[in-house]
Antibody
Framework: EVQLVESGGGLIQPGGSLRLSCAASGFTFSTFWMHWVRQAPGQGLVWVSRIHGDGTSTMYADSVKGRFTISRDNAKNTLYLQMNSLRAEDTAVYYC?????????WGQGTLVTVSS | DIVMTQSPDSLAVSLGERATINCKSSQSILYSSNNWNYLAWYQQRPGQPPKLLIH???TRESGVPDRFSGSGSGTDFTLTISSLQAEDVAVYYC?????????FGQGTKLEI
């Protein structure tokens, strides 16, 4: 059974940093592009970042470029999102998702709240 | 960026009736080399992550009831629920995976 489990969210002050993790199981992790998608409270879905299966290619939304870094450890079947210089507008539930003709599997999400 | 615009923003449909949600992309998301539309539909129930219903604009995911269907090509797409059930109450999103940034529609809230 495919599972994606995010962790690492929490309350953080503006300007702070957090690292999100997404533990994957039930599939050959290294063969799939993985993405982060976020959803602000009561709002819609917004794509954040993606990474190739081998970790060599990454891409970011303009809103997070230069502040967020996506990475993966295929030996640990884990996806990461390092978030620096956090702003109030980064407050959201962050989902990791497997890319397979759309996003066929999603985690349950981890809430990041940026507030003083 | 490709802008995805859904209509309506909300929709109330009686049980057993048909629900139709539209999605328009600001540019074509039909890839000419394979003739596939890079369009997906998701259902999101309260407190849950999105669930993929349809990809390639009209291919239903395994396990998705056949009352859900997708149609359209190029820039105009439709999700149809042929006979609304109580468990279909949710927000529905269209999503283009044709090019980065991979944008979503604003969502359509479906109520009974």
């Amino acid at each position: 059974e495919v599972q994606l489990v995010e962790s690492g969210g929490g309350l953080i002050q503006p300007g702070g940093s957090l690292r999100l993790s997404c533990a994957a199981s039930g599939f050959t992790f290294s063969t799939f592009w993985m993405h982060w998608v976020r959803q602000a409270p009561g709002q819609g879905l917004v794509w954040v970042s993606r990474i190739h299966g081998d970790g060599t290619s990454t891409m970011y939304a303009d809103s997070v470029k230069g502040r967020f870094t996506i990475s993966r450890d295929n030996a640990k079947n884990t996806l990461y999102l390092q978030m620096n210089s956090l702003r109030a507008e980064d407050t959201a539930v962050y989902y990791c998702a497997r890319a397979n003709n759309g996003y066929d599997y999603w985690g349950q999400g981890t809430l990041v709240t940026v507030s003083s | 960026d490709i802008v995805m615009t859904q209509s309506p923003d909300s929709l109330a449909v009686s049980l057993g009736e048909r629900a139709t949600i539209n999605c328009k992309s600001s540019q074509s998301i039909l890839y000419s080399s394979n003739n596939w539309n890079y369009l997906a539909w998701y259902q999101q129930r309260p407190g849950q992550p999105p669930k993929l219903l349809i990809h390639w604009a009209s291919t239903r995911e395994s396990g998705v009831p056949d009352r859900f269907s997708g149609s359209g090509s190029g820039t105009d797409f439709t999700l149809t629920i042929s006979s609304l059930q109580a468990e279909d109450v949710a927000v529905y999103y269209c999503h283009q995976y044709y090019s980065s940034p991979y944008t979503f529609g604003q969502g359509t809230k479906l109520e009974i």
